[in-house]
T-cell receptor, first 118, second 111 residues
Framework: DVKVTQSSRYLVKRTGEKVFLECVQDMDHENMFWYRQDPGLGLRLIYFSYDVKMKEKGDIPEGYSVSREKKERFSLILESASTNQTSMYLC?????????????????FGPGTRLTVT | KQEVTQIPAALSVPEGENLVLNCSFTDSAIYNLQWFRQDPGKGLTSLLLIQSSQREQTSGRLNASLDKSSGRSTLYIAASQPGDSATYLCAVKAAGNKLTFGGGTRVLVKP
């Protein structure tokens, strides 16, 4: 079974702190994703990475950065946390597919990190 | 821009009744559609993935259909059980390897 783990289930940080959220997958997947989930807004893509050291902005990258130094690990960084970044953060991974099946594989999600910024 | 809608936002049924969950999307140029289950405070569990070339997928009591031309998918859960209570989300994958999610349908199955 694919396993995606996230470093913390619950996290409480103060405004202005630098926050690291870690995600690790054990299936050698090329693609990794960070989402946030908010009531009434659903899941929104923050950043994704399709290879080591590669990253692409999602729909709401402002206020976030990411790091992918190793294939299995994808980190989300809040350089200076703000209260509007209080949310549930979900990490996902997927294999890349090949050729015409490039996008045919499903995404596997971690358990989520509930971040509260006070 | 792709938009995914799930109606109703919440649903309550007695145990044993069949569940019918709807998902609609605005752009039919999709690669696949995925249904997820989410329990309160937890991550997403993948239930079914339907490729754009397929019309349905089945797994146990779950059956999902896809009508790409009309931009709709339906998830059927037969003989519902209290353990099926959760939020169900659909998501479509289009170009760029991104998923666009619906808002979810919160299901309560009453014993």
């Amino acid at each position: 079974d694919v396993k995606v783990t996230q470093s913390s289930r619950y996290l409480v940080k103060r405004t202005g702190e630098k926050v690291f959220l870690e995600c690790v997958q054990d299936m050698d997947h090329e693609n990794m994703f960070w989402y946030r989930q908010d009531p009434g807004l659903g899941l929104r893509l923050i950043y994704f990475s399709y290879d080591v050291k590669m990253k692409e902005k999602g729909d709401i990258p402002e206020g976030y950065s990411v790091s992918r130094e190793k294939k299995e690990r994808f980190s989300l960084i809040l350089e200076s946390a703000s209260t509007n970044q209080t949310s549930m953060y979900l990490c996902a991974s997927s294999p890349p597919g090949q050729g015409s099946f490039r996008s045919s594989y499903e995404q596997y999600f971690g358990p989520g990190t509930r971040l509260t910024v006070t | 821009k792709q938009e995914v809608t799930q109606i109703p936002a919440a649903l309550s049924v007695p145990e044993g009744e069949n569940l019918v969950l709807n998902c609609s999307f605005t752009d039919s140029a999709i690669y696949n559609l995925q249904w997820f289950r989410q329990d309160p405070g937890k991550g997403l569990t993948s239930l079914l993935l339907i490729q754009s070339s397929q019309r349905e997928q089945t797994s146990g009591r779950l059956n999902a259909s896809l009508d790409k031309s009309s931009g709709r998918s339906t998830l059927y859960i037969a003989a519902s059980q209290p353990g099926d209570s959760a939020t169900y989300l659909c998501a479509v994958k289009a170009a760029g390897n991104k998923l666009t999610f619906g808002g979810g349908t919160r299901v309560l199955v009453k014993p």
